[in-house]
Nanobody, 119 residues
Framework: VQLQASGGGLVQAGGSLKLSCVAS????????MGWYRQAPGKQREVVAA???????DYADSVKGRFTIPRDYAKNTVTLEMNSLKPEDTAVYYC??????????????WGQGTLVTVSS
């Protein structure tokens, strides 16, 4: 199973970006998919996640600005980021939790995508 993230880039404060993550491979099901981020000198933190049932949850710092829409494309998760702030600058990682594969159940991480918000 591989997770491919895309959509990062440079944006001015107040702007918007959309991140996408596609999981490929032999996937029977997954419990949740979402996004983490890691800013320079800081620990990785969860940003937002959505369950297979469509329930989304967000970090307090992004509530009202970021959205994980229910994407009916199989094994895909997106992150719509609006009203971006310089403090949102980080490497963003997508993750899939409790992914059921022919080999068992695992968590997976994608490669990071850099989001830079200029002031």
């Amino acid at each position: 199973v591989q997770l491919q993230a895309s959509g990062g880039g440079l944006v001015q404060a107040g702007g918007s970006l959309k991140l996408s993550c596609v999981a490929s491979g032999s996937i029977f099901s997954w419990n949740a998919m979402g996004w983490y981020r890691q800013a320079p000198g800081k620990q990785r933190e969860v940003v937002a996640a959505i369950t297979d049932g469509g329930t989304a949850d967000y970090a307090d710092s992004v509530k009202g600005r970021f959205t994980i829409p229910r994407d009916y494309a199989k094994n895909t998760v997106t992150l719509e980021m609006n009203s971006l702030k310089p403090e949102d600058t980080a490497v963003y990682y997508c993750a899939a939790v409790a992914v059921v594969t022919p080999e068992g159940e695992y968590d997976y991480w994608g490669q990071g995508t850099l989001v830079t918000v200029s002031s």
